[in-house]
């Protein structure tokens, strides 16, 4: 069984920045590609950023290019999301899960990012 812990959220005004990350456990975290993905309120999840097992590949949606960015360490079983000029159109709860088919089992509490304007 695989948990995932997501953490480093909070409240930033428009144009800040936060630095989330997410920790495995239970299985081995390298074997899998990882990626981020939130819920506005009213929303459904959506896909946000993705990354290879090894990191040598990225992806990321539309509406945050060139503001977010994905990374990983694989000795620290962490997948982190840096998240730049942030605006209030990113306030959601983010989560991270197994990419691209998420797994229903993984899924962890998330992490409450809000954006002031």
């Known amino acids: 069984q695989v948990q995932l812990v997501e953490s480093g959220g909070g409240l930033v005004q428009a144009g800040g920045s936060l630095r989330l990350s997410c920790t495995a456990s239970?299985?081995?975290?390298?074997?899998?590609?990882m990626g981020w993905f939130r819920q506005a309120p009213g929303k459904g999840r959506e896909f946000v950023a993705s990354?290879?097992?090894?990191?040598?590949?990225?992806d990321v949606a539309g509406s945050v290019k060139g503001r977010f960015t994905i990374s990983r360490d694989n000795a620290k079983n962490t997948v982190y999301l840096q998240m730049n000029n942030l605006k209030p159109e990113d306030t959601a709860v983010y989560y991270c899960?197994?990419?691209?088919?998420?797994?229903?089992?993984?899924w962890g509490q998330g992490t409450q990012v809000t954006v002031s304007s």
């Open positions: 990354i290879t097992r090894t990191g040598k590949s990225t």
């Open positions: 899960n197994t990419y691209p088919n998420p797994n229903g089992e993984y």
């Open positions: 239970g299985r081995t975290f390298s074997n899998y590609p």
